[in-house]
């Protein structure tokens, strides 16, 4: 059973453009998380989302940053004209359902905005 | 959320039982504690979970007394491969999940 899986694991973005950042759940689940994660510190929630809804974003900045997760294929984390504040780790995990504290993360991508 | 506190760092030696304690001492009745262990340039992995007295899995144990203001990961003789990063959570599980992570507590272990 492949675990969860990140796309891609490295991104580098100039100022002004735009990150595309793709999670696929580990096989049955069907709850995804974004977290990111700054140097030197833990990860901070971002949006938890389930086929086709948001259920919490309160974790997301309020512009630039959207998520999607459709019926079919990939979560996106979409982040619009990156500043060099973006360059952070954003690592996805998933959950069979969303009771339970045991989340599967993937590998993570990391940004780094020039 | 219950906030948590942890060591910023411990040290230790092949072979040696870490303990590492977390306190939570506004924890709430539905809360559960929940620890991962986390690799340079990887996720955070589940190590184990518990809400009361004692959970042993095949990785660590978890032991929370019964205030449950505080609980103890405890790592088995720890080998190099256990140098990571480990969080302590607190949270409730009921509805839906989102994970809070502090800074953890850096575990180096020497030869």
């Known amino acids: 059973n492949a675990g969860v899986m990140q796309n891609p694991r490295h991104l580098v973005r100039r100022r002004g453009q735009e990150a595309r950042l793709r999670c696929s759940p580990m096989?049955?689940?069907?709850?995804v998380y974004w977290y990111r994660q700054l140097p030197e510190e833990g990860l901070k929630f971002m949006v938890y989302l389930q086929k086709e809804n948001i259920i919490d974003e309160s974790g997301m900045p309020k512009e630039r940053f959207s998520a999607e997760f459709p019926k079919e294929g990939p979560s996106i984390l979409r982040i619009q004209q990156v500043v060099r504040g973006d360059s952070a780790a954003y690592f996805c995990?998933?959950?069979?359902?969303?009771?339970?504290?045991?989340?599967?993360f993937g590998p993570g991508t990391r940004l780094t905005v020039t | 959320l219950a906030k948590t506190t942890q060591p910023i760092s411990m040290d230790s030696y092949e072979g040696q039982e870490v303990n590492i304690t977390c306190s939570h001492n506004?924890?709430?009745?539905?809360?559960?504690i929940t620890w991962y262990q986390q690799f340079p340039s990887q996720g955070p992995r589940f190590i184990i979970q518990?809400?009361?007295t004692k959970v042993t899995n095949e990785v660590a144990s978890l032991f929370i007394p019964a205030d449950r203001k505080s609980s103890t990961l405890s790592l088995p003789r720890v080998s190099l491969s256990d140098t990571a990063v480990y969080y302590c959570l607190v949270g409730d599980t009921i509805g839906y999940s989102t994970l809070t992570f502090g800074k953890g507590t850096m575990l180096l272990v020497s030869p």
């Open positions: 506004n924890i709430a009745t539905n809360d559960y």
């Open positions: 995990a998933s959950s069979p359902d969303g009771q339970d504290g045991e989340q599967y």
């Open positions: 518990g809400y009361k």
């Open positions: 096989k049955g689940h069907s709850h």
